[in-house]
């Protein structure tokens, strides 16, 4: 059976796009390298077509299907489980733009396109796509609208669900979904799209994607400003909001420990404000000229300054100077992956609760674990946290993961849930926070969830054991 599995999906897509040996650690591993899967073959379709008969040969085999684009997923919901018996479906090379529509701001691409390919394929038409993440130069655009992606832009323009049009997918029989469009308005019965985003690809393979693009902002300014308390950061956050509206498009912040693990190790990486408990990282986008763009930040900056909120601030005199400042933000996942394996936590919670979330979950950690390490950073326009635990230092880092994550895991998860907060902001849920969704979602929303799976999905074929 499987032999004629095989040669069925070597007939799909051609012989030399079935992986069966070699090294294919690149597909079988999670970035984390937390898991470590096996395949029965990684398969390499090149087409819509050729996606649709690879799902059909294995939909008449029974034989499920983990789809993956650049394998950048931080939850394990990209690879294959370790039974060997699972197809790891690539959507790499699929990677056209198909059409650019500046008129109608829209762009169609195939969901192997990399993220920053997008960009750049806007903006080579003076146009922007604003989804924009650490993991930009690796990450697919059909792996972020399965994630429902998030990012530093989500402020002003939202998830990648916000800046979805359509979408075409192949189904769990292996049939066509052509649902491309770029329509902003369509009350045609149930949203289909919205159904797929987010799904995780338990509910179809998504092939390509109609996206939203907006104009290029005829400036950017970013600063970095210091402040003494989280309270204080979220005081910055309303000023800024205030004074600069929908201009306001980044609101970062990173503590201490953090940017001190940035430090030890990047040292190259300048941090013009390594003294600060709280690093706010503001990025203003303005339709207006460079100079009055220019003004109205420092106004603000200089406001705060005089009334206590921030204690000094940074504002970036070039191009290369802002984006240094963004290193150092997106250089964060990177140097805790240096630091060595820890809990992560991406979690939502109402703005105004950060602080005193931060507070009593910290202190509750310490009693727990004294001298555990909290790298505390995120998208704090958004609400969402990266509230991730390091062993105490010199503890071994992998005895701590196996030994304390449960116990770590529900404090954290009790005090969101305490909080009115969600225990995945925009990462998903894969493997690593299915039996905590189980846990914790009601039973009426889980109960529609698993109806829907059955409904999509109905021999539970695609990326089964993943998110229900
Ligand atoms: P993969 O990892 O390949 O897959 C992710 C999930 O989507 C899996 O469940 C997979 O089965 C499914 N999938 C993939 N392609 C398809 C498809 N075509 N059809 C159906 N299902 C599919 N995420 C954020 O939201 N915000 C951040 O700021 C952020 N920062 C990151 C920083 C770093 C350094 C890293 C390593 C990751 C970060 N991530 C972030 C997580 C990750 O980059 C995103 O989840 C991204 O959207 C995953 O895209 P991918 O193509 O790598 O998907």
């Known amino acids: ?63 499920s299907l983990v789809p993956q684009g650049g394998n950048t997923g931080l939850v394990g919901g990209g690879v294959p489980d370790d039974t060997g018996t699972q197809v790891l479906l690539s959507l790499q090379r699929m ?36 989804l924009s993440l650490a993991a930009e130069g690796s990450c697919t655009i059909g792996g972020n609208l399965a994630t ?18 359509g979408l075409e997918v192949v189904t769990a029989e292996g049939a066509v979904w052509d649902g491309l469009s770029g329509l902003r308005k369509d009350n045609t019965g149930y949203d289909l799209r919205d159904l797929f985003v987010g799904s995780e690809g338990t509910l179809g393979i998504i092939t390509a994607a109609t996206l939203k693009l907006y104009p290029l902002p005829a400036a950017t300014t970013t600063a970095m400003a210091a402040c003494d308390s989280l309270d204080a950061c979220v005081a910055l956050l309303n000023l800024a909001r205030a004074r600069l509206g929908a201009g306001l498009t980044g609101f970062e912040v990173m503590g201490r420990f953090a940017l001190d693990l940035v430090a030890r190790h990047f040292p190259a ?33 200089g406001d705060a300054l005089e009334a206590g909120t921030i204690a000094d601030a940074a504002v970036a005199e070039s191009l290369a100077q802002s ?14 992956a240096e630091e060595g394996l820890n809990i992560k936590h991406d979690i939502s919670l109402p703005v105004s609760a950060i602080p005193a979330f931060v507070a ?35 503890g071994d880092a992998g005895r701590f993961l196996a030994e304390m994550e449960a116990r770590v895991n529900h404090v954290v998860y009790d005090a969101v849930v305490a909080h009115r907060g969600s225990i995945s902001a925009e990462h998903g849920v894969g493997q690593l926070k299915r039996d905590e969704l189980r846990e914790r979602k009601s039973p009426v929303a ?10 999509l999905d109905p021999q539970n074929l695609l990326n089964p054991g993943r998110v229900v």
């Open 1 to 63: 059976m499987t032999a004629a599995l095989l040669a069925q999906l070597r007939a799909a897509v051609g012989p030399a796009q079935v992986l069966t040996d070699g090294d294919l650690s690149a597909y079988l591993n999670d970035w984390r390298k937390r898991w470590r899967g096996r395949a029965l073959a990684v398969v390499r379709p090149g087409s819509t077509d050729e996606v649709a008969a690879v799902v059909r040969a294995c939909a008449a085999a029974g034989v």
């Open 95 to 130: 990677h056209r733009v198909r059409a650019i529509d500046a008129a109608n701001l829209a762009i169609t691409v195939e969901a192997g396109c990399v993220l920053q390919a997008v960009q750049q394929a806007a903006e080579a038409q003076g146009l922007l796509f604003p």
């Open 148 to 165: 429902n992606a998030g990012g530093t832009q989500v402020l002003r323009f939202g998830n990648a669900r916000d800046l979805c049009l």
């Open 269 to 301: 990486l300048p941090n013009p404000l390594p003294t600060a408990a709280w690093t706010v990282l503001l990025e203003q986008s303005d339709t207006e000229g460079e100079a009055q763009a220019r003004h109205r930040f420092e106004a603000l900056l």
């Open 323 to 336: 984006q240094a400042m963004w290193h150092v933000r997106e250089s964060i996942p990177l140097a805790q």
């Open 360 to 394: 009593s979950t910290d202190a509750a950690l310490q009693a727990l674990v004294p001298g555990v390490r909290l790298v505390n950073f995120g998208h704090l326009g958004d609400g969402n946290l990266h509230y991730n635990v390091q062993a105490p230092a010199g």
């Open 446 to 455: 889980l109960a529609l969830m698993q109806r829907i799976k059955l409904a």
